[in-house]
Structures are given as structure tokens and as C-alpha cells.
């Protein structure tokens, strides 16, 4: 395409208040859009906060030979112990960052997790 006359169709669309633009001739297309033409990005508030896995490893709810369930709806207190992920050479310790209901539990028992995956999802 001919960029002559692409620079000729930008400087005439800065005189328009269009914001699209689309030429063809020949197979050939050009299509030019402002920066009012680009979609708004969504604005949305979440009231629930995300518990990560501290890295990469096997999530268990409790230490060996210690119960902890955890269901959907529960109340969790900051600091609550959530679960654990175990390393080769560590077990890192999970615990809730705030006081609210426990909305969402992706965790599962013997599961292998990435670092930074959602375990749980907490709602103050």
C-alpha cells in the first residue's frame, strides 16, 4: 500500500471527529482508529481477596496426623491457619490475611501447586 496515502488519510482524519476508519482498494486495506475509538477497559470492584500459594509444591489442609477442614461459607479469622504447601525442603504455612467468609476453596488435599495459584478466596 501506498504510504503516501496513508499519511494523507491520517492527517484528514485529524481534521474529522470520526473515530474509525477503513479504506480498500485492490485487496489492499487500511484501517485507522482514534483514541476515542478504543474500547473503555471494564472498571469492576471485587470484594474477594485471593490466598496464593506461597510456592511451588504439594498443598496439604493439615500436617500429618492433624485435621483441618475447610468449607465454603466458614467465617476465618486473620492468621488462621489455611493449609500448608510442602517443598523439598520446607513446608510453608498458609494463613488467611483478613478476617472474613471463606467464598471459594480451589485447594485441594495432595494437590501439586504453583507458585502464586489461588487456593482460597476470602470475603470481608
Known amino acids: 500500500m501506498d504510504t503516501k496515502l496513508i499519511s494523507e488519510v491520517t492527517n484528514w482524519m485529524k481534521t474529522t471527529d470520526l473515530a474509525e476508519f477503513c479504506y ?3 485487496g489492499n486495506c487500511i484501517e485507522i482508529k482514534t483514541q476515542e475509538a478504543l474500547p ?8 474477594l481477596t485471593a490466598v496464593t ?3 511451588v509444591g ?3 489442609a493439615a500436617d500429618k ?3 483441618l477442614t475447610l468449607t465454603e461459607g466458614q467465617t476465618v ?3 488462621d491457619v489455611l493449609g500448608l504447601v510442602e517443598t523439598v525442603s520446607k513446608k510453608h504455612t498458609i494463613t488467611a490475611p483478613l478476617t472474613g467468609k471463606l467464598r471459594k476453596v480451589t485447594a485441594q ?5 504453583e507458585f502464586g ?8
Open 109 to 113: 488435599e495432595g494437590a501439586v501447586v
Open 65 to 67: 496426623g492433624k485435621n
Open 53 to 55: 500459594a506461597p510456592a
Open 40 to 47: 473503555e477497559p471494564a472498571a469492576y470492584t471485587c470484594s
Open 77 to 79: 479469622q486473620e492468621g
Open 24 to 26: 480498500e482498494e485492490n
Open 117 to 124: 495459584l489461588p487456593l482460597f478466596f476470602i470475603e470481608k
Open 58 to 60: 504439594i498443598y496439604h
